[in-house]
């Protein structure tokens, strides 16, 4: 189950902690994504040595390939992947949607064609539910529809995100009693049943999703819904789908406060530096997104001061590490700017590995720092220097760039 304890506020920003089935988890906190079951060039071990201590899996993927029986004969996701602690599962709803034209939403689910091999397929939040249950994730999410900002270069209306968010609302309910009867028809082999931690009992965390597009009215409508229907923690999803970011903001921070007090609060998808600490700043304690995995293979470094792209060709012989204060295997190793390129540039999979540790390691110790700050009272403080730092460059000048 799930164990949430508040320790302590600073403004609006928390400092928690997570007891789940397979271990605690000390919050706010970025889970680094593993789609497939593996988080992009980065092993168990070497997650666990730069401080991640929860990680997320995609439902839709792993559903497709392998396919949920077999990760369900080895043991489930954690089985499967060797990951010993908790493990967050989105619902599939997001990559549905994302599919656009593919797919058909109806009031039973979403049919759509298969983008592996063009095979029709139904996913329902019932389907969801028994695909969570089999990855035994300690968090499972309810199947909902990404409400769209946009749709064919039309903004989406009041009346048509009301109409979405309902649907969610409807879904979420199906997802909470398939979820309960799961639990009880087909008990799981956590921790928890056998003499599992504080707080726990071996069944897993399901999560609300509030949704309602850029309209604070159906946000609030959304969330009224799913309190009543009961979750053991909630999300804000719908963000980071294309809205300009003051829209992002302006939701996030009408949502956020609003949100259960004494249950954890996740933000779905959205995680530049800048967006983590905002999103901390509003009291949010869980974050996730492909941005610093996906941007360290593409050569996009993340750091305390400033972003560096590293394909630039100023960087070619450069024997300086990515950042000289910081601590993670490639900078604290000596690997060069130079050689990190040049590994890149050949396609060596050491370039993607060196960087990938870098930008978690970097999210990581942000996330730490934050933590921090809230316990001795000067996360304020914190954000002002955060902010002055980012601006100023890695190498003392702002042609790094790339911050919002």
């Known amino acids: ?185 087909q008990p799981t082999n956590n921790p928890g049943n056998g003499g599992g931690g504080k707080g726990t009992n071996g069944q897993n965390a399901l999560f609300g999703i509030v949704q309602g597009g850029m309209f604070t009215d159906l946000r609030d409508e959304s969330l009224a819904g799913l309190t009543t229907i009961g979750f053991e923690g909630f999300a804000i999803g719908g963000l980071s789908v294309g809205e300009p970011k003051e829209d992002m903001i302006r939701i996030l921070n009408h949502v956020a406060p609003r949100l259960p007090q004494h249950k954890p609060r996740y933000l779905m998808g959205v995680g530049t530096p800048e967006d983590l600490v905002r999103g901390v700043a509003a009291g949010i304690d869980l974050f996730d997104c492909v941005l610093p995995t996906r941007n360290a293979r593409n050569g996009w470094l993340f750091t305390r001061f400033g972003d560096l792209k590293l394909r630039n060709a100023r960087w070619f012989s450069d024997p300086r590490p990515i950042d000289p204060g910081c601590g993670c295997y490639a900078c604290a190793g000596g690997f060069s700017r130079a050689y990190i390129q040049h590994l890149q540039k050949v396609n060596e999979i050491l370039g993607a590995r060196l960087a990938t540790i870098h930008n978690l390691y970097y999210y990581l110790t942000l996330m730490q720092e934050m933590r921090v700050a809230i316990e001795t009272g000067t996360f304020q403080d914190f954000v002002k220097r955060f902010h002055t730092d980012r601006c100023r460059g890695i190498d003392g000048d702002d042609a790094l760039g790339g911050n919002d």
């Not at 164990?3 to 302590?8: A, D, V």
């Not at 039973?108 to 063009?118: E, R």
């Not at 019932?126 to 969570?132: D, V």
Request: glycine share 10%; proline share 5%.
């Open 1 to 185: 189950m799930l164990h949430y304890e508040l320790l302590k506020t600073d403004g609006q920003a928390r400092r928690g902690r997570l007891t789940l089935n397979h271990g605690t988890v000390e919050t706010p906190i970025f889970m680094p994504v593993g789609t497939y079951g593996a988080v992009k060039a980065m092993s168990p071990r070497e997650l666990e040595e730069i401080g991640a201590r929860i990680i997320l899996g995609n439902t839709f993927h792993l559903w497709l390939r392998p396919g949920t029986e077999v990760i369900k004969a080895l043991g489930g996701l954690h089985g499967f992947n060797r990951w010993p602690h908790p493990i967050l599962t989105d619902s599939g709803g997001f990559q549905v949607w994302s599919l656009g034209k593919l797919r058909k939403i109806e009031e039973h689910g979403v049919h759509f064609a298969s983008p592996i091999n063009g095979d029709r397929l139904l996913l329902t939040p019932e389907e969801s539910m028994r695909i969570q249950h089999a990855l035994n994730s300690d968090i499972a999410m309810v199947f909902d529809e990404c409400t769209p900002y946009e749709t064919d270069g039309q903004l989406t209306t009041q009346a048509e995100a009301a109409q979405s968010m309902q649907l969610s609302l409807r879904w979420a309910r199906r997802s909470r009693d398939t979820f309960e009867r799961l639990g009880q028809e």
